[in-house]
C-alpha cells in the first residue's frame, strides 16, 4: 500500500508576523507533529503549493525550519503566493526541472506520483504553458503501464464556487494530455481552501482545505457573503493500492470560528 501526505496552503510569513490573524507557522509545526505521531508509516509528504503568503525568502527558510523535525521524505511544488525565483534562492536549483519549474515525479510501490507546478508569476489562477504540458505528458507516456496521481496548487474543474475565476486557465487543454493516460487515479490540489471531491469528464478531481483559514460552502442558492473560517486547518492522507486509491482528511486543527473581515482588508 503506497501512503503520503499532502499538504496545501501553507501561507508562511517571516518571524513575528501572522496572515491574516493567523499564525501560520504554529498551524504547520503542528501539522508536522500530527504527521510524525499517527502517519509516520507514510513514504512522503507533498506540499502542494503557498508555501509562502508573499513570497519572501525569510518565509522560505522558516519553511526549512519546520520542516526539519518531518520524519518522512517531502517533495515540493508552488502556487499563486510563491515566487519562484526566491524560493529557488534558498531551495536550491536541483528543485526545478530542466525548464525551470518546480515539477517533479515520484514512482513508488507500483504507481507514478507527480507533482507539477501551475504558478505563473503576477497571476492568481494557474498556468500550464506547452514546456509544461509537454513535460507531463511525456511522464505520463513514460507510466503508461501503472496508475499515476497529480498533485498541483491550482483547481482545474469548475466547483460552482466563487473560487472558480482563479482556477487553472485553458483546463481543458491539462484534461486533453490527461486523458492520453489510461488510468489516472486522482488529480489532487490545494488554493480553494475548501474540501471538495468530483468527477469530471471521467477523470476524479479533489482539493484539500489546507492549512490556512477556509472558506464556508458558498453556492449561488446561498446569500450574503461567503465566510472565512478559522479552521479546520487540513492535510490530506492518500491510500493507493492496485485496486484502489483512497483520499482521507485530517483535520489537525478543528475549528471553525467565523474571521472577522477587517483581517482580509
Same mark, same amino acid.
Do not use: C, Q
Given at each position: 500500500?503506497?501512503?503520503f501526505i499532502v499538504l496545501s496552503d501553507l501561507h508562511l510569513v517571516p518571524e513575528g508576523r501572522v496572515s491574516n490573524g493567523l499564525d501560520t507557522a504554529e498551524r504547520l509545526a503542528l501539522a508536522i507533529e500530527s504527521i510524525n505521531r499517527d502517519h509516520a508509516d507514510a513514504d512522503f509528504c507533498l506540499l502542494a503549493g503557498d508555501? +509562502?503568503?508573499?513570497?519572501?525568502?525569510d518565509a522560505y527558510r522558516r519553511l526549512q525550519t519546520i520542516l526539519a523535525p518531518l520524519g518522512v521524505p517531502h517533495h515540493i511544488t508552488l502556487g499563486n503566493h510563491d515566487n519562484r525565483p526566491v524560493f529557488l534562492d534558498v531551495f536550491g536549483?536541483? =528543485?526545478?526541472? =530542466?525548464n525551470g519549474f518546480i515539477n517533479k515525479v515520484i514512482d513508488a510501490k507500483g504507481?507514478?506520483?507527480?507533482?507539477?507546478?501551475?504558478s505563473e508569476p503576477g497571476k492568481v489562477s494557474g498556468i500550464l504553458c506547452d514546456k509544461r504540458l509537454d513535460w507531463l505528458k511525456a511522464r505520463l507516456a513514460e507510466a503508461s503501464d501503472r496508475p499515476v496521481i497529480v498533485v498541483l #496548487?491550482? !483547481? +482545474?474543474?469548475?466547483?460552482?464556487?466563487?473560487?472558480?475565476? &482563479?482556477?487553472l486557465e485553458e483546463a481543458e487543454r491539462f484534461l486533453a494530455v490527461l486523458k492520453?493516460?489510461?488510468d489516472i487515479r486522482q488529480v489532487i490540489a490545494g488554493h480553494v481552501h475548501i474540501t471538495?471531491?468530483?468527477?469530471? !469528464?471521467? &477523470?476524479?478531481? *479533489? *482539493?484539500? +482545505?489546507?492549512? #490556512?483559514?477556509?472558506v464556508s460552502l458558498h453556492l449561488e442558492s446561498v446569500g450574503g457573503e461567503q465566510k472565512r473560517l478559522e479552521g479546520p486547518a487540513q492535510y490530506a492522507v492518500v491510500l493507493a493500492d492496485e485496486q484502489s486509491t483512497l483520499v482521507h482528511f485530517n483535520d489537525y486543527i478543528d475549528r471553525h470560528l467565523q474571521m472577522a473581515p477587517a483581517l482580509f482588508g
Open positions: 500500500m503506497l501512503k508555501l +509562502a503568503d508573499r513570497g519572501e525568502a536549483t536541483d =528543485e526545478a526541472d =530542466e504507481y507514478r506520483v507527480i507533482l507539477l507546478d501551475s #496548487h491550482h !483547481h +482545474a474543474n469548475d466547483l460552482a464556487l466563487p473560487v472558480d475565476v &482563479i482556477k492520453t493516460h489510461p471538495t471531491t468530483g468527477v469530471w !469528464h471521467g &477523470i476524479p478531481f *479533489t *482539493t484539500l +482545505a489546507g492549512s #490556512h483559514y477556509n
